[in-house]
């Protein structure tokens, strides 16, 4: 009688960066953070907000079919940006 279970065989996905937060000092800053991500990361990023305090957005990518995207650190304080792998 084996009493070992059984191995899975688990296939090893490539992480996909999917977004990010960001929180202004200020509320109802929402153009500025706009202008701020589309000048870092380009137009392939949308700025949503959400919660009731009226400065913290959500940071998602627009899914484009065949689009994935990877974290790299740029500079001496390897400030990390995302960077588009197609």
Known sequence: M?????????????????????????PGQQRKAKAAVTRLLGTAWQVKAFGDSGADFEVPVRQRKGMRYQLVGHGKKRIACAQSLA
Request: charged share 20%; proline share 12%; net charge positive.
């Open 2 to 26: 084996n009493n070992q279970p059984p191995k899975l065989d688990l296939k090893q996905a490539s992480p996909l960066f999917e977004g990010f937060t960001l929180q202004m000092i200020k």
